[in-house]
């Protein structure tokens, strides 16, 4: 479906959590120094998915799987914005 999206020219912005104090993308439910949080999927590239994390300010790539282990952890929300 993400891969699809942004096929289409679509932004969008997952729902995941994130390890304050790795700043990085986690499987852990929230709790401690993990928090839900908010990226932006900027695009594909093979076998990672290329995110804008407003946390650190910076573009970061993550292996699909652990893209879809921080997703499914803080609920698997997905915003679609369409840019027609």
């Known amino acids: 479906m993400i891969t699809l999206q942004i096929l289409?020219?679509?932004?969008?912005?997952a729902g995941v959590s994130l390890d304050t104090s790795t700043s990085r993308l986690?499987?852990?439910k929230a709790g401690g120094?993990?928090?839900a949080h908010w990226v932006v999927v900027k695009g594909i590239q093979g076998n990672y998915?290329?995110?804008?994390?407003?946390?650190?300010?910076?573009?970061?790539a993550y292996s699909w799987n652990d893209f879809?282990?921080?997703?499914?952890a803080d609920g698997d929300a997905i915003v679609?914005?369409?840019?027609?």
């Open 8 to 13: 289409q020219g679509n932004y969008v912005i």
């Open 26 to 28: 986690t499987s852990q």
């Open 33 to 35: 120094s993990v928090v």
């Open 49 to 60: 998915v290329i995110v804008n994390d407003p946390f650190t300010n910076t573009t970061t």
């Open 68 to 72: 879809i282990g921080a997703a499914n």
């Open 80 to 84: 679609i914005v369409s840019k027609g």
